[in-house]
């Protein structure tokens, strides 16, 4: 089983407290370690307004980052999960993502998605399309990618996107393009596009959910002629890995208490159930058998959350010493 970090960047409001002219160097700091260590990947989010609550609290720009790391990595792969389509022309982003790629040497992962964050979506001017138009969007601007990044230019008069001859130089140094990772778990129409398009997926990361997405995804496959097995599939995970279960109890109220004094109590709370009774919460082994379960269903990939990164790595320490040798091998 292979691993990614999600680099702290203010989205979830895991900067707080940091003045802003030392946030840089906690993220490039944090990167560097995963680089050092047992991780494949290093990760951000695509996001302007920070959750559960937009608040006045950084929230850092992800392709600016990737640019960045790029430059101050040089092995770990680099990727967002995940770039919301409609936020950029699909034949800019292709020219930003090869211009990284080249930047990094040829370390990009491409995280893609119809987006959904309604508040940032209205503030910064874009509307607020219709799922299905979200998604009709995402279905072409992945092909404007594709075809851009292995022909070098671009052509498609779509519903949503006409581009005629838009040139890519230099294309990505990585031979076929930029790996590109559907994310969502739509069953009608996200799941379809994966099955058509994906490299990666990343859905649904319980036990009962990665399970049924897989099996619908893996009908998709079928019905476009293309092959299941050769598509890896990936899941996001929130951790909190303590020794003892009263320390993981311990560090779950810690980051509610930390988000409630941006976004009030009521949306901590709520915010903690993408937490509790996760399969990445727990002591060492009980994550441990959570993702040997998962790993058992088809899971080939984790990306790793630790809200509290930026300001304590010992639960990171725990999880790279006790959880990930466990799955490596398996």
């Known amino acids: 089983m292979r691993f990614g970090m999600f680099v702290p960047q203010g989205w979830r409001l895991d900067l707080t407290g940091i003045d802003p002219s030392e946030q840089w160097d906690v993220m490039k700091g944090l990167t560097l370690r995963a680089e050092a260590g047992p991780w494949e990947s290093a990760w951000v989010y695509d996001h302007f307004h920070t959750v559960p ?76 399309p219709s799922a299905g138009e979200r998604l009709g969007r995402l279905d072409e601007g992945v092909q404007i990618m594709r075809q851009a990044w292995t022909t070098g230019s671009a052509t ?57 997405k897989s099996e619908i995804l893996r009908g998709h496959c079928q019905a476009v002629g293309t092959d299941f097995d050769a598509i890896t599939r990936s899941a996001n995970y929130n951790v909190i890995v303590a020794d003892t279960e009263a320390e993981v109890q311990d560090r779950l109220a810690a980051v509610e208490d930390r988000i409630a004094q941006y976004a ?50 010992s639960g990171l320490e725990l999880f790279e010493r006790e959880v990930i040798p466990a799955l490596a091998d398996r």
Request: glycine share 14%; with cysteine.
């Open 53 to 128: 609550a937009p608040t006045e609290e950084a929230t850092h720009e992800a392709w600016s980052l990737m640019s960045a790391l790029g430059a101050v990595t040089s092995t770990i792969r680099l990727g967002q999960m995940c770039t919301a389509m409609s936020y950029r022309n699909p034949a800019y982003l292709a020219k930003v993502a090869a211009t990284v790629d080249l930047i990094s040497g040829g370390r990009v992962e491409m995280g893609i998605g119809g987006g959904w964050y309604e508040h940032e979506w209205r503030a910064y001017g874009y509307g607020f």
């Open 156 to 212: 498609l008069a779509g519903k949503y996107y006409q581009v005629d001859g838009a040139i890519v130089q230099p294309t990505p140094l990585q031979d076929g393009g930029i790996p590109l990772w559907i994310a969502g778990g739509g069953e009608k129409v996200t799941l379809k596009i994966a099955a058509k398009y994906a490299q990666y997926t990343n859905f649904d990361g319980t036990l009962d959910g990665f399970t049924a």
């Open 264 to 313: 009030g109590e009521q949306l901590a709370e709520a915010s903690m159930a993408a937490f509790r009774g996760m399969p990445g919460v727990g002591t060492p082994e009980q994550v441990v058998e959570n993702l040997i379960a998962l790993k058992d269903r088809g899971l080939a990939y984790g990306i790793c959350y630790f809200p509290e990164a930026a300001y304590d790595t």
